[in-house]
C-alpha cells in the first residue's frame, strides 16, 4: 500500500504546476479564511449547506416535487369552465387566440374547435373548490392545498418547457432545483443524499414522453449536489452492494486506501471535485445500511398501505414512490422529486386522463394526509404539477365523447401545501376559454422563488459563479408568490 502511495505522490508531482495549483500549495501561508474568501461563497458548500442560509426563518426543512410529466389537463381537472358547453365544435374567436403560437401538431389544422370537458365537476372543501370527478381524493385535501391556475411558462414543447420548470433554463447544463436547495442548504441526514430522485412510469396507453438525468444533474455545481435516483428493481441505487466474494472489512480497506490517495491528490492539486468524490465513496458506504432500511416497507401498517391505495404495494408505482417521498421526508432528505410519466394526451385524452387520475389521485391525496397526521405538513412544501397545461382546442378529430388537447404554456394549474403556504386557497383566475391569465399571473420563475422563499432563501441571492458570471435558480427575474404564504 505504501509504494501505491507514494508512486500515486511522485506522479502528482511531475504534472504541469497550474495557477489552481499555486493557492491549493500556499493556502497555509494565505490562510485558510483568506484563501476562501477568493474563492467565493461556493467554497464553502459543504453537507451543511453555505455558510450564512436560511437567509431567514424558513417555514419548510423539505421539499417534495410531484412532477407530472407530459402536463395535465388544466380544463379537465382544475380551471372548471361550464360556459365552455355552450361554444363546443365552434372555432376559438381569434379575440382569445390572438395571434399567439401553437406548435405545429396543430398548426396544419384548418380549424380548432373549442373542445369542453367531458368531465362532471363538484364542489369541496369550505370554499367550494371546483374539481373534477376524476379526482375525487383531492376532494378530501382541498382545504391544505392552495391552487395556483395561472402559472405560465414560454416554453411550448416538453423538453425545454421540463428543462425550464426543473432548472430554471430551457438550455440544457443548469444546476435542478433540488441541486439549488441541496448546495445552499445541504442535508439533514448524514446517510442518505440531500437530493433523492423517484420515477413513476406511466398508467396511459399512448406512448409518454421520455425523461433525462440532466433534469436532476447539478450543472455546474458541485457533483455531490446531483439528484440520486432511487430504483425500483434491484438494486435500489446502482453499484451501491459490495460485489460477490467482497466483504464488510475488505469494502472499508478499500475505500479507505482510495480516500488516502484521494486527499495526497486533493492536497496537491486543491480540486474540490476530489474532495467530493471522497464524500461521496463515503456516502455511498454508509447507504449501504441506510437505503435498504428505507425501501423496507414492511413495517408500515396495513391502514397507511390502503390509504395510499392497492398500488403501495407494487416497488416503482406513483403510490409506492409516494409512501416513499413520506419516508424520506421522515428522514430528513432535503429534496424529493417524484416523477409521474404519461402526461401527454394529444388524443384519445378521456381515457389516458382517467387512467393517470387513477393512479395518481389517491396517492397524492393520501401523502398530504399522512404528512399531516405525522406532524410533517407543517415544514414540509409539497408540490403538484406539470411544465405546461392542455389547450381547450382540440387536437385531431373531435368527437361527443373523444378528443385531444395540444400544449398550452399560457397558463395552467399547479399546486402546493405545507411548509409556508396558506391552505385551502385559489389564487388567480384564467379567461372564459380557459386560454389566458385574466389576473394574477404566475410565471415558472415565480413558482421557484417561491419555493426557495418557503425554505428561507432569497431567490437572488442564492448564486454561484460560473464562467465569469454569478448564475442563480431564476436567472434575472422571478417574483415571490406572497399571497399564497402565511
Not at 261 to 275: F, H, K, M, S, V
Not at 442 to 455: I, P, Y
Request: with cysteine; aromatic share 8%.
Amino acid at each position: 500500500m505504501q509504494d501505491d502511495l507514494k508512486a500515486a505522490e511522485d506522479y502528482a508531482g511531475r504534472l504541469a504546476f497550474t495557477r489552481r495549483h499555486f493557492f491549493a500549495k500556499t493556502s497555509t501561508g494565505i490562510g485558510v479564511a483568506a484563501l476562501a474568501s477568493l474563492l467565493g461563497p461556493e467554497a464553502e458548500a459543504s453537507s451543511n449547506g453555505l455558510t450564512g442560509l436560511p437567509h431567514f426563518a424558513a417555514k419548510a426543512k423539505r421539499v417534495i416535487f410531484l412532477h407530472q410529466s407530459g402536463a395535465p389537463s388544466q380544463v379537465d381537472l382544475f380551471d372548471y369552465k361550464p360556459q365552455l358547453k355552450k361554444f363546443q365544435a365552434t372555432e376559438l374567436p381569434e379575440s382569445v387566440r390572438m395571434g399567439q403560437r401553437i406548435t405545429g401538431m396543430t398548426s396544419g389544422q384548418s380549424s380548432l374547435p373549442v373542445a369542453s370537458s367531458v368531465f362532471k365537476f363538484s364542489q369541496f372543501g369550505k370554499n367550494g373548490t371546483w374539481l373534477s370527478e376524476l379526482i375525487p381524493h383531492h376532494g378530501k385535501i382541498v382545504d391544505d392545498i392552495c391552487l395556483i391556475k395561472t402559472v405560465n411558462t414560454e416554453a411550448i414543447n416538453h423538453d425545454p418547457a421540463i428543462t425550464f420548470i426543473q432548472t430554471g433554463s430551457q438550455q440544457p447544463g443548469r444546476p435542478s432545483l433540488g441541486s439549488w436547495v441541496s448546495y445552499g442548504l445541504g442535508s439533514e441526514n448524514h446517510n442518505l443524499p440531500a437530493f433523492v430522485v423517484l420515477i413513476s412510469q406511466s398508467s396511459a396507453v399512448n406512448v409518454d414522453q421520455p425523461l433525462f438525468s440532466r433534469l436532476w444533474g447539478n450543472g455546474f455545481l458541485p457533483s455531490n449536489h446531483q439528484g440520486v435516483n432511487f430504483r425500483s428493481s434491484g438494486d435500489p441505487v446502482l453499484y451501491l452492494s459490495d460485489p460477490p466474494g467482497v466483504d464488510k472489512a475488505t469494502r472499508r480497506r478499500i475505500l479507505d486506501t482510495v480516500a488516502t490517495l484521494n486527499q495526497r491528490t486533493a492536497e496537491a492539486y486543491g480540486d474540490p471535485e476530489i474532495e467530493t468524490r471522497i464524500a461521496q465513496y463515503e456516502m455511498a458506504y454508509r447507504m449501504q445500511t441506510s437505503v435498504p432500511e428505507l425501501m423496507d416497507l414492511s413495517k408500515e401498517s396495513e391502514a397507511t398501505f390502503e390509504m395510499y391505495g392497492p398500488d403501495s404495494r407494487k416497488p416503482g408505482s406513483y403510490a409506492a414512490n409516494c409512501l416513499l417521498a413520506r419516508r424520506l421526508a421522515e428522514r430528513g432528505v432535503r429534496f424529493i422529486q417524484l416523477y409521474k410519466r404519461g402526461w401527454d394526451q394529444h388524443n384519445d385524452l378521456p381515457r389516458d386522463l382517467a387512467l393517470q387520475c387513477k393512479s395518481v389521485d389517491q396517492p397524492s391525496a393520501a401523502l398530504i394526509q399522512d404528512l399531516k397526521q405525522r406532524g410533517l405538513l407543517d415544514d414540509t412544501l409539497v408540490v403538484w404539477g406539470g411544465e405546461f397545461g392542455r389547450t381547450v382546442y382540440c387536437q385531431g378529430k373531435l368527437t361527443e365523447t373523444n378528443y385531444g388537447r395540444d400544449h398550452h404554456p399560457r397558463c395552467f394549474t399547479m399546486w402546493m401545501a405545507g411548509g409556508g403556504v396558506k391552505p385551502g386557497i385559489s389564487h388567480g383566475e384564467t379567461d372564459d376559454f380557459c386560454y389566458n391569465v385574466a389576473s394574477d399571473p404566475v410565471h415558472v420563475h415565480d413558482v421557484q422563488a417561491t419555493v426557495l422563499q418557503c425554505l428561507g432563501v432569497d431567490h437572488k441571492r442564492l448564486t454561484f459563479q460560473f464562467q465569469g458570471r454569478h448564475f442563480r435558480l431564476t436567472d434575472v427575474s422571478g417574483e415571490v408568490v406572497k399571497p399564497i404564504l402565511v
